[in-house]
C-alpha cells in the first residue's frame, strides 16, 4: 500500500486550528495561550529538524552518528526532567540524577530489545535503534520527573513528620518510606494506565503510525505490545533509581535532613 504524502500547506491548515485554540484561551482567560503557541512551534521545527537528520543517519548508518545523536537526546531529556520540577536539588544533581536514571533504564533495555529480541543487523541499525530509543527516553523522561516532583515536594510539605522520626531513631530510608513509594507510584501509574487503556479505548501512536504506512495491523499490534511492555520497564527502573538517588541526597552522612540541598523554581 502506497503512503500518502502530506504537502506542508495540509499541515498548516492543521496549524489554523491551534490559533484558533489559542484564541479561544485569550477569550476565556485561561493564559495558556501564549505556551501552547511556543509548545506547537517548537513541536513543528524540531521534528523537522529530526526528520532531515534522521534522513541523513539512515542514509550513513553509521555507529557514531547514532550513538551521537542518542547522546544528544538523553541530555535534553535529563534537561525537561529537571525543567519540571518545582523543587529541584541544587546543583549538578537536579539533572545528574534524572539523567543517570534514564541513562541506564532506558538506554539498557533499548540495547537488550534491539539484540535479544528484534535481531536487526547491525544491531544499533537507526530504523529501529531511533525510535525506540526515543519512546523510550520520551515515557522515562515524563516517569522520572513526575516521581521526583512529587518526592521533592512531599520531603519540603512533610519536613517536620521527617525530622520527627528521624529524632525518634529512625533511619532515613524509614522516615522516608511512604513518601518513596508514593514518589514512585506517581512516575508509574501513566505507563500502567497506558497499557491499561492500550487497545480499547486508544490506539497506541506507534500502532497508529504503522498501519498508517501500509504495515499488516498484526505486524503492527506485535510491534506495539513490545513497545509498551519495554516503555513500562524502562520507566519503572528508572523512577526507581531516580527516587533512590535523589532521597540518599536529601540527607547527609550523619542522617540529617538538608532541605538547604532543595531549590525552589517559580516560572516552569
Not at 504524502?5 to 484558533?20: G, H, Q, V
Amino acid at each position: 500500500m502506497e503512503v500518502i504524502d502530506l504537502a506542508w500547506w495540509k499541515l498548516a491548515l492543521t496549524a489554523l486550528l491551534i490559533l484558533a485554540l489559542a484564541g479561544v484561551s485569550l477569550a476565556t482567560r485561561l493564559g495558556i495561550g501564549r505556551s501552547l503557541l511556543i509548545a506547537a512551534s517548537r513541536t513543528v521545527i524540531q521534528l523537522a529538524l529530526i526528520g532531515l537528520v534522521l534522513e541523513a543517519l539512515f542514509a550513513s548508518s553509521e555507529f557514531y552518528w547514532i550513538a551521537l545523536l542518542a547522546l544528544v537526546m538523553l541530555l535534553v531529556a535529563g534537561r525537561e526532567v529537571m525543567a519540571r520540577q518545582q523543587r529541584r536539588l541544587r546543583g549538578v544533581w537536579a539533572f545528574g540524577i534524572g539523567t543517570g536514571a534514564m541513562f541506564v533504564s532506558s538506554f539498557t533495555v533499548t540495547v537488550l530489545t534491539l539484540v535479544v529480541v528484534i535481531g536487526p543487523e547491525p544491531w544499533y541499525a537507526p530504523q529501529y535503534a531511533i525510535p525506540l530509543l526515543g519512546m523510550m527516553l520520551g515515557n522515562t523522561m515524563t516517569g522520572v520527573a513526575l516521581s521526583l516532583d512529587r518526592l521533592n515536594e512531599s520531603v519540603w510539605s512533610q519536613r517536620s513528620i521527617i525530622e520527627n522520626r528521624l529524632m525518634l531513631g529512625e533511619p532515613w530510608s524509614q522516615a522516608l518510606e511512604d513518601i518513596r513509594r508514593h514518589a514512585m507510584r506517581s512516575g508509574m501509574m501513566p505507563s500502567i494506565n497506558a497499557m491499561a487503556a492500550a487497545g480499547i479505548v486508544s490506539l497506541p501512536g506507534m500502532m497508529t503510525g504503522q498501519i498508517l504506512a501500509g504495515s499488516p495491523p498484526a505486524v503492527a499490534v506485535k510491534y506495539q505490545i513490545l513497545v509498551m511492555l519495554t516503555i513500562t520497564v524502562g520507566t519503572g527502573f528508572g523512577t526507581l533509581m531516580a527516587v533512590s538517588w535523589g532521597s540518599r541526597r536529601l540527607f547527609d552522612d550523619r542522617e540529617r535532613l538538608r532541605l538547604d540541598r532543595l531549590v525552589h523554581q517559580k516560572n516552569q
